[in-house]
């Protein structure tokens, strides 16, 4: 009885302790931080956000490291000499040859984030959730479970898209975008994955789709801390070529001047903050008059999203082969 | 320094389909989570009352611009009338067990645990205000702690959005003790609903009509007799037969709750996995089907066997555990915690 009363008094204890740290901005249970932690979380309060993902990599890494140490595992470069145990390596995906069930369909902006502008009053928003709608459609057919992030025109913040992904237990998540540059005669399609860019176009495209995101600095520490990087980023290559393959094959038919303009790494916070494979597709450019021309007409969106589609299909089967990868 | 008996300690169980309060003062009471608002000045004139709650949000729901927060296990980010959906339906619940504004309110809530593991901060701004001190924790953790069920104990909380899982090792559980799953009340609604559909094609029924049809003759394994539900088929009220279709969409909740319990059984200490296997203990309102549990004890057989008991008062043994809670803090805890 005298040991029930101890036991509850530190459960409460805990409680309590917990909220207080949520009261006071903290994040969820933190580790003590180790010295280079604190350093480095240091150097990361001075970066805005959108510079943020792109150091994701790198922090991820040292975040690792830490936690090696901690777990009193040697790093790689630490190993001299003989030893029994075997250096650190990275876990195949292979070892993982799970089902794809179930697909979280991200109709990029939305509500008062009308995303990019194309002639005769369309908007970016409208097309997005038109094809994810029409995807939805497609997958359900195929026995997918689909959940979206939004079935409406409504305003959701980046946070909140990862956040019903994550809560979903989500296998796959596809993010659709449209693009938009000032040189209106660019056409092309491009297909993101998680993953670091030297290219400052994809940077200034990474922080225009973060804007607005919800997320504070210290959300941000802990989805890196979160973050199990290499497993996600080879899978979430491997549904971007998929995908993007189907998206090249299918809308060159009907819009042969489209340019394939590759499969492309990029810190976009959506595909951070998401703990499953994810992609961010930009299937075409809003600020060409032939392409917006294109996407008005309803059965060019069912086009690309039967594209989407069977991008999806070839990667869900090939990672449900014994012994699959997701290579398609 | 606050004398413990001069604030009134509330118990919360903040669900996605219905909402109790059980208070210090002895009070308890049940809504289900329905917010609504008049849509104009008529409906206002109508309903005579600037917002309504519960089933009386719900009878009058054509009139009303009509909120269930929670209704994905989350409160929705973004949503001024979500976020003031729960708000209000916190306050209201605070009023009937009598905690007046001159009266200082101490309140622990219970969300489902996916809730508080993805959006804690959020929470906790969304509800502030509501009490003078407030803590929030888990739901399936609050249902445990009032039942002193805290060592090698696994929670299985059906409720309507989420189904929340959660095993006690004589500590605050871990995000790898607890697991949180979308098959629950609501999706089970959509899986009958959709079955009966299939079955006919032309009849007319609402999805609050299905939930009533599943919390009055839901069941697992054998039925107790037919079940007769009446729809409308072009107008017309139609006795339909849907006990092949109830026994198949109760019956789909199984395999995931099963797989969920085993994964969380095989993460147990070896020596202890026994003991929690025979300590499973159902709650929520999906834990009142007829044969689940018992079709959950079949299940065990394949990993030894176990035992599997339902909470004796579904309806409030979240917010009595919440309440246990907010007894059992000190007034120093309290005073850590302003809202």
């Not at chain 1, 660019?186 to 290219?199: K, Q, S």
């Not at chain 1, 299937?283 to 996407?295: I, M």
């Not at chain 2, 909402?19 to 609504?36: K, M, T």
């Not at chain 2, 009032?146 to 696994?154: I, S, V």
Request: net charge neutral.
């Amino acid at each position: 009885m005298a040991g029930l009363e101890r036991l509850k008094r530190r459960l409460v204890s805990e409680v309590v302790r917990e909220n207080v740290e949520t009261l006071h901005g903290l994040p969820f249970r933190p580790l003590p931080p180790s010295r280079t932690r604190r350093v480095r979380l240091g150097l990361l309060r001075g970066l805005s956000l959108v510079a943020a993902p792109t150091l994701l990599f790198l922090a991820v890494s040292a975040l690792s490291t830490d936690r090696a140490e901690r777990a009193g595992i040697a790093p790689r470069a630490a190993l001299s000499g003989p030893t029994t145990l075997p250096a650190p390596r990275a876990i195949s995906p292979a070892a993982f040859p799970l089902a794809v069930r179930k697909i979280v369909v991200d109709p990029g902006h939305g509500g008062t984030d009308p995303g990019a502008p194309a002639s005769g009053g369309l908007w970016e928003k409208d097309i997005t959730l038109d094809v994810a709608q029409r995807l939805r459609m497609l997958l359900g057919e195929a026995g997918f479970d689909v959940v979206m992030t939004r079935e409406r025109d409504e305003t959701v913040s980046l946070r909140e898209r990862a956040q019903l992904a994550n809560f979903q237990r989500g296998d796959l998540f596809v993010s659709i975008h449209f693009n938009s540059l000032p040189t209106r005669s660019y056409r092309g399609i491009e297909t993101y994955h998680l993953g670091p860019t030297a290219d400052p176009q994809v940077e200034r495209l990474a922080g225009a789709e973060n804007r607005a995101s919800g997320y504070s600095l210290a959300d941000f520490r802990r989805l890196l801390e979160g973050v199990y990087v290499h497993v996600r980023q080879t899978e979430s290559k491997q549904l971007a070529e998929a995908v993007h393959q189907g998206l090249v094959e299918t809308l060159v038919k009907g819009n042969p001047a489209i340019r394939d303009s590759g499969v492309k790494p990029a810190p976009f916070l959506v595909l951070v903050a998401t703990e499953m494979p994810g992609i961010l597709a930009e299937v075409s450019y809003l600020s060409n008059d032939e392409d917006a021309r294109l996407l008005k007409d309803p059965a060019y969106r069912q086009e690309i999203a039967r594209a989407l589609f069977q991008g999806i299909r070839a990667y869900a089967d090939a990672r449900s082969r014994p012994g699959g990868q997701g290579s398609v | 320094m606050t004398k413990k008996n001069e604030a009134l300690r509330v118990g919360i169980d903040l669900g996605t389909s219905r909402s109790s309060i059980s208070a210090s003062s002895g009070a308890r009471h049940v809504v289900e989570s329905y917010v609504g608002w008049p849509v104009d000045t008529v409906a206002r004139k109508v309903v005579k009352k600037s917002i309504l709650f519960g089933r009386e949000a719900l009878d009058n729901r054509s009139m009303l611009e009509l909120h269930r927060p929670l209704e994905r296990g989350l409160i929705k980010e973004g949503s001024e009338k979500d976020e003031a959906a729960v708000r209000e339906l916190l306050r209201h619940l605070i009023s009937l067990v009598g905690g007046a504004d001159d009266s200082r309110v101490f309140a622990v809530v219970g969300v489902p645990a996916e809730a508080l593991r993805v959006s804690r901060q959020h929470l906790r701004n969304a509800v502030k205000g509501i009490a003078d001190a407030l803590m929030i924790v888990s739901e399936p953790f609050a249902v445990a702690y009032g039942m002193d069920a805290l060592l090698h104990t696994m929670i299985v909380d059906i409720g309507a959005g989420t189904t929340d899982f959660c095993v006690m090792n004589g500590r605050y559980p871990t995000e790898d003790e607890q697991r949180t799953l979308t098959h629950a009340g609501d999706w089970l609604d959509e899986q009958l609903a959709t079955m009966v559909r299939t079955r006919q094609p032309d009849a007319q029924f609402s999805i609050h009509m299905v939930r009533e049809w599943k919390e009055r003759w839901g069941f697992v394994g054998e039925p107790k007799g037919p079940v007769v539900v009446t729809v409308q088929v072009a107008g017309k009220p139609t006795p339909l037969d849907i006990t092949a279709e109830m026994r198949r969409a109760c019956e789909a909740l199984l395999p995931p709750i099963a797989e969920t319990m085993l994964d969380l059984l095989a993460r147990v200490e070896p020596e202890y996995q026994e003991r929690v296997r025979n300590n499973v203990i159902l709650a929520g309102g999906g834990s009142q089907i007829p044969g689940l549990g018992d079709a959950l004890e079949k299940m065990l057989l394949d990993v030894g066997g176990g035992k599997v008991r339902t909470v004796d008062d579904p309806v409030f043994a979240g917010s009595n555990g919440s309440l246990a809670l907010a007894l059992d803090a000190s007034d120093a805890d309290w005073e850590q915690l302003p809202s």
